[in-house]
C-alpha cells in the first residue's frame, strides 16, 4: 500500500463546478495534511493546509481532514479554467518519530473545461 | 534572495559523470528537503536536513546519490557516475521547523534543477 494514494485523473470538471479531489494515508499518526498545486513545468506552490479534523475553508477552497478514515479532501468551488494543474497531497510523518519528511501522493490532475 | 534557489537550472550530463546540484534555502529556514520528479511522475522523497544533520536519508536510490548541508543554508546533492535513470527534476523545498515536533511548516519549492542523462 502507498503511503499517500490519489486518483491520477484526469478529473474534469465545467467552468462553475465543484472539483472535489481526494487523498487518503497509511500512517494513522500523521499530524499534517498539505495540498500544493503544480502546473506543468512548474513547481508545487501550496494552496492549503489542515491539521485537525473537520473543514477549514480558504476563499473558493475547502480542505476536509477525517482521522478516523485516514482520509483528506480538497473541494475547489466555482471551478476556473486557470485552475486546472495538477494537485498534490502531502502528509508528514507521525509526532515524535525519528523522521520529518514530508510524503508526496503522484497527484490529481484537474481539467476545468470552460 | 526571498525564495528557494537552485542551480543549475539545466544540466545535461553524459552517462557516467558525476553531478553536483545545489540549494539555498529560504534564510532562516532549519529544514531543507530533496525530492525528485521524473516526468509525468509525482515527487519522490530522497532526504531531509534538520540543520545540517541527516535525520531521514531513507529516499536515497542507490549509493551514488549524497547530500550535505552546511549549518542552515546551502545543500548540495551529488550524484555519481550518473545513469539515464537519474535524469528528471530535482527539486529542494525548505521549511522552519522545531526539532522534535511534526512538521507543520509548509514547504517552500525551488524552481528545481532538470538533469538530463545522455
Known amino acids: 500500500q502507498k503511503e499517500v494514494e490519489q486518483n491520477s485523473g484526469p478529473l474534469s470538471v465545467p467552468e462553475g463546478a465543484i472539483a472535489s479531489l481526494n487523498c487518503t494515508y497509511s500512517d494513522r499518526g500523521s499530524q499534517s495534511f498539505f495540498w500544493y498545486r503544480q502546473y506543468s513545468g512548474k513547481s508545487p506552490e501550496l494552496i492549503m493546509f489542515?491539521?485537525?479534523?473537520g473543514d477549514k475553508e480558504d476563499g473558493r477552497f475547502t480542505a476536509q481532514l477525517n482521522k478516523a478514515s485516514q482520509y483528506v479532501s480538497l473541494l475547489i468551488r466555482d471551478s476556473q479554467p486557470s485552475d486546472s494543474a495538477t494537485y498534490l497531497c502531502?502528509?508528514?510523518?507521525?509526532?515524535?518519530?525519528?523522521?520529518?519528511?514530508?510524503?508526496f501522493g503522484t497527484g490529481t490532475l484537474l481539467a476545468v473545461q470552460p | 534572495g526571498a525564495g528557494v534557489s537552485q542551480s543549475p537550472s539545466n544540466k545535461v550530463t553524459e552517462k557516467g559523470k558525476d553531478v553536483e546540484l545545489r540549494c539555498d534555502p529560504i534564510?532562516?529556514?532549519?529544514?531543507l528537503y530533496w525530492y525528485r520528479q521524473r516526468l509525468g511522475q509525482g515527487l519522490e522523497f530522497l532526504i531531509y536536513?534538520?540543520?545540517?544533520?541527516?535525520?531521514?536519508k531513507s529516499g536515497l536510490p542507490s549509493d551514488r546519490f549524497s547530500a550535505e548541508r552546511t549549518g542552515e543554508s546551502v545543500s548540495t546533492l551529488t550524484i555519481q557516475r550518473t545513469q539515464q535513470e537519474d535524469s528528471a527534476v530535482y527539486l529542494c523545498?525548505?521549511?522552519?521547523?522545531?526539532?522534535?515536533?511534526?512538521?507543520?511548516?509548509?514547504?517552500?519549492f525551488g524552481n528545481g534543477t532538470r538533469l538530463t542523462v545522455t
Open positions: 489542515i491539521y485537525s479534523n
Open positions: 534564510s532562516g529556514h532549519t529544514a
Open positions: 536536513f534538520q540543520g545540517n544533520s541527516a535525520p531521514d
Open positions: 523545498a525548505s521549511s522552519y521547523m522545531l526539532p522534535g515536533q511534526p512538521s507543520n511548516s509548509p514547504l517552500h
Open positions: 502531502a502528509v508528514n510523518g507521525a509526532a515524535g518519530g525519528a523522521t520529518n519528511k514530508l510524503i
